[in-house]
């Protein structure tokens, strides 16, 4: 899978694009201390709950999204970020389409 360019400004929300009744990934950058991944989320669209064994930033792009972390659920809007400790169960919904920067951080 291919990053992005190093050294140039980037268009984070230009550079994924929706699709109908799916969840669509770009990485962005990866690396042994962890991973930037863009997602852009159709309407109703989601993540099951699940855990990962790292901290997990969730910053919105545009849109809106339920995103529940150990049972507390949150409403975010363009703008918003929240991180999702390592080990505790979370999921995303969208409540409108949505796109989202991914940051996860290997300790």
Known sequence: ????????????????????????????????AGNVT????????GLSEHTA???A????????ADVTISGTP?????????IMPANE???LKAVQRFKMLLTMIRM
């Open 38 to 45: 863009l997602f852009a989320f159709d309407s109703e669209q």
């Open 74 to 82: 949150y409403r975010l809007q363009a703008g918003d970020a929240i």
């Open 1 to 32: 899978m291919s990053t992005a360019p190093k050294s140039q400004t980037l268009h984070l929300a230009e550079m994924v694009n929706y699709q109908d009744g799916s969840v669509v990934s770009r990485q962005i950058t990866k690396a042994d």
């Open 53 to 55: 064994p790292f901290d």
């Open 57 to 64: 930033l969730v910053h919105i792009l545009e849109g809106a």
């Open 89 to 91: 169960p979370h999921a």
